[in-house]
């Protein structure tokens, strides 16, 4: 009777240690888990963080391109004014040149043959 409650003492020895092994085991994989998911947070909060900052940037690059378009926009109306009034000046000129001329002609010595 002894040795066989030596014998259970072993069985049982053996297998509260397994059982402790299991237990220590599954405590390193819950931290190992925990570890990894806190990575992965960290990491998504990350990636939110860059993206946030790149659509930041997109936006003031938009807002720099669109305010240079209007700019040169505003460019390009004065410049093609500033054209169309010279143009007229010019046709101006030449209405006078030719009124002139008649004028000249009009009022010139005729010609003796």
């Given at each position: 009777l002894g040795k066989i409650g030596k014998?259970?003492?072993?069985?049982?020895?053996?297998?509260?240690?397994?059982?402790?092994?299991r237990l220590a085991q599954l405590v390193r994989r819950q931290k190992d888990q925990e570890q990894e998911a806190k990575r992965q947070e960290k990491e998504r909060k990350k990636e939110e963080a860059e993206?946030?900052?790149?659509?930041?940037?997109n936006e003031k690059l938009e807002a720099a391109q669109?305010?240079?378009?209007e700019k040169?926009?505003?460019?390009?109306?004065r410049?093609?004014?500033?054209?169309?009034?010279?143009?007229?000046?010019?046709?101006?000129?030449?209405?006078?040149?030719?009124?002139?001329?008649?004028?000249?002609?009009?009022f010139a010595k005729p010609a003796t043959t």
């Open positions: 014998e259970e003492e072993k069985v049982l020895k053996f297998d509260r240690e397994a059982e402790m092994q993206k946030k900052r790149l659509e930041k940037e669109a305010k240079e378009a040169r926009k505003k460019t390009e109306e410049e093609r004014q500033e054209q169309e009034k010279k143009q007229k000046e010019q046709q101006k000129k030449q209405i006078l040149n030719k009124q002139k001329a008649c004028l000249m002609s009009f």
